[in-house]
């Protein structure tokens, strides 16, 4: 096949999206990227595909494998890691997607990518992470700002991959941990707009991100969907709660296992989305997820069991920021931070960050088991389960 054949195959796609999308989805051919690339102009992949083989074989999404979801510094095969929890993410949404009539390739690009900015071991570690950039004046640490800032601007030693402002305005929006009965894309933004957004939510303002897209929208909802009956089976299985315990006004809504649980909330959000405009749950469907979650966040994401390790996790944070901020003062080039990070960055990255910046993206890009190598092993915490 010839060159110019296989660029007829990406009009092809794009006529028939035009033909079998919904008016509520984004064609790929409405793809805004800052830079324009001579390249893909040429290329046979639409916008949106381009954008997830980016993220597919971006390092950061590689390091999803050994990155905490809930339950940390455990050792079992069966409990959800962070790298399964964004598939799980894709699959839900893009079912959700099918049937609504949506982008299936921008919806799996945001939900791919939403969670690469998480930092080693979950939102504890984010919690202390952003303490710490807080005491030296950066601004806050959200996973999901810095999951857009690792893509835009610290991805191929700081050249970034130039993807798509819808992917990267979900990537930011994706936000499952609040509660939405119902949410309307806010469309039009630009990329000052996602610009403004992200120093906003650094700066500490409580910014209610909504995303430019309904295909945005759909993994936000999918989010949660994936989230809350995998954590719930997770924790059955370590002994931390038990399946009668649930709440019976959610079982009856919802039902008592994770399969049960997805169906049941995917099923709620297609029929009362179809053709609306907007994703929404059921009144009913949506105060049984609303107790649902209020159970988790009490019985499992506060439970002392799993908190103990807190302090120590803590304490580590700070002995490896302060090493390798100094480090990075100092240009100790034997240092893990230049080895492994700074060495080969682009200039713009380096000229455009300080010292505490560039610790902050070479932590919450470590796995669990890296930042655990080069942390002082007598200040290891043991598993809060042994």
Same mark, same amino acid.
């Given at each position: 096949?010839?060159k110019s054949?296989?660029?007829?195959?990406?009009?092809?796609?794009?006529?028939?999206?035009?033909?079998?999308?919904?008016?509520?989805?984004?064609?790929?051919?409405?793809?805004?990227?800052?830079?324009?690339?001579?390249?893909?102009?040429?290329?046979?992949?639409?916008?949106?595909?381009?954008?997830?083989?980016?993220?597919?074989?971006?390092?950061? %999404?590689?390091?999803?494998?050994? =990155?905490?979801?809930?339950?940390?510094?455990?050792? /079992? &095969?069966?409990?959800?890691?962070?790298?399964?929890?964004?598939? +799980?993410?894709?699959?839900?949404?893009?079912?959700?997607?099918?049937?609504?009539?949506? /982008?299936?390739?921008?919806?799996?690009?945001?939900?791919?990518?939403?969670?690469?900015?998480? $930092? $080693?071991?979950?939102?504890?570690?984010?919690?202390?992470?952003?303490? +710490?950039?807080?005491?030296?004046?950066?601004?806050?640490?959200?996973?999901?700002?810095?999951?857009?800032?690792?893509?835009?601007?610290?991805?191929?030693?700081? =050249?970034?991959?130039?993807?798509? +402002?819808?992917?990267?305005?979900?990537?930011?929006?994706?936000?499952?941990?609040?509660?939405?009965?119902?949410?309307? $894309?806010?469309?039009?933004?630009? #990329?000052?707009?996602?610009?403004?957004?992200?120093?906003?939510?650094?700066?500490?303002?409580?910014?209610?991100?909504?995303?430019?897209?309904?295909?945005?929208?759909?993994?936000?909802?999918?989010?949660?969907? !994936?989230?809350?009956?995998? &954590?719930?089976?997770?924790?059955?299985?370590?002994?931390?709660?038990?399946?009668? *315990?649930? $709440?019976?006004?959610?079982?009856?809504?919802?039902?008592?296992?994770?399969?049960?649980?997805?169906? !049941?909330?995917?099923?709620?959000?297609?029929r009362n989305?179809?053709?609306?405009?907007?994703?929404? #749950?059921?009144? *009913?469907?949506?105060?049984?997820?609303?107790?649902?979650?209020?159970?988790?966040?009490?019985?499992?994401?506060? /439970?002392?069991?799993?908190?103990?390790? #807190?302090?120590?996790i803590k304490?580590?944070?700070?002995?490896?920021?302060?090493?390798?901020?100094?480090?990075?003062?100092?240009?100790?080039?034997?240092?893990?931070?230049?080895?492994?990070?700074?060495?080969?960055?682009?200039?713009? %990255?380096?000229?455009?960050?300080?010292?505490?910046?560039?610790?902050?993206?070479?932590?919450?890009?470590?796995?669990? =088991? %890296?930042?655990?190598?080069?942390?002082?092993?007598?200040?290891?915490?043991?598993?809060?389960?042994?």
């Amino acid at each position: 096949m010839e060159k110019s054949d296989l660029q007829g195959l990406r009009q092809i796609l794009d006529r028939r999206e035009a033909e079998q999308l919904s008016e509520s989805a984004v064609d790929s051919a409405a793809g805004v990227r800052r830079r324009k690339e001579a390249r893909l102009a040429t290329d046979y992949r639409q916008n949106f595909a381009v954008d997830v083989d980016r993220i597919l074989h971006s390092l950061a %999404y590689t390091r999803y494998i050994d =990155k905490t979801q809930v339950f940390y510094l455990i050792e /079992n &095969d069966h409990i959800t890691h962070r790298m399964l929890h964004v598939q +799980l993410v894709s699959k839900v949404a893009r079912t959700i997607g099918r049937f609504l009539g949506l /982008n299936e390739d921008l919806i799996e690009a945001i939900a791919i990518g939403h969670d690469i900015g998480h $930092p $080693p071991f979950g939102h504890d570690g984010e919690h202390c992470l952003s303490e +710490l950039c807080r005491q030296c004046q950066i601004g806050e640490f959200h996973h999901n700002v810095q999951s857009v800032h690792f893509l835009d601007h610290v991805e191929r030693k700081g =050249k970034g991959w130039n993807l798509c +402002l819808q992917t990267l305005d979900g990537i930011l929006c994706h936000n499952g941990e609040v509660h939405d009965q119902q949410m309307a $894309p806010a469309r039009g933004k630009t #990329f000052a707009d996602h610009g403004a957004e992200m120093e906003r939510k650094q700066a500490g303002e409580d910014v209610p991100l909504v995303p430019m897209t309904l295909e945005g929208c759909v993994v936000r909802f999918a989010d949660t969907v !994936s989230y809350v009956g995998r &954590d719930i089976e997770d924790a059955i299985r370590l002994g931390l709660i038990d399946r009668s *315990e649930l $709440p019976k006004t959610s079982v009856e809504q919802l039902g008592d296992t994770n399969g049960t649980i997805v169906y !049941s909330l995917v099923t709620d959000i297609i029929r009362n989305s179809l053709d609306k405009g907007c994703v929404a #749950f059921s009144p *009913e469907v949506s105060e049984a997820l609303r107790e649902l979650k209020t159970f988790n966040y009490k019985r499992i994401y506060m /439970n002392p069991a799993l908190k103990k390790n #807190f302090a120590s996790i803590k304490r580590l944070y700070e002995v490896l920021f302060d090493r390798f901020v100094d480090d990075v003062y100092h240009r100790r080039s034997g240092s893990a931070v230049y080895e492994n990070f700074i060495d080969g960055m682009a200039g713009r %990255y380096i000229s455009s960050h300080r010292p505490e910046e560039i610790v902050r993206d070479f932590i919450s890009g470590m796995t669990d =088991k %890296y930042f655990l190598r080069q942390a002082p092993e007598e200040l290891h915490p043991a598993s809060p389960l042994a």
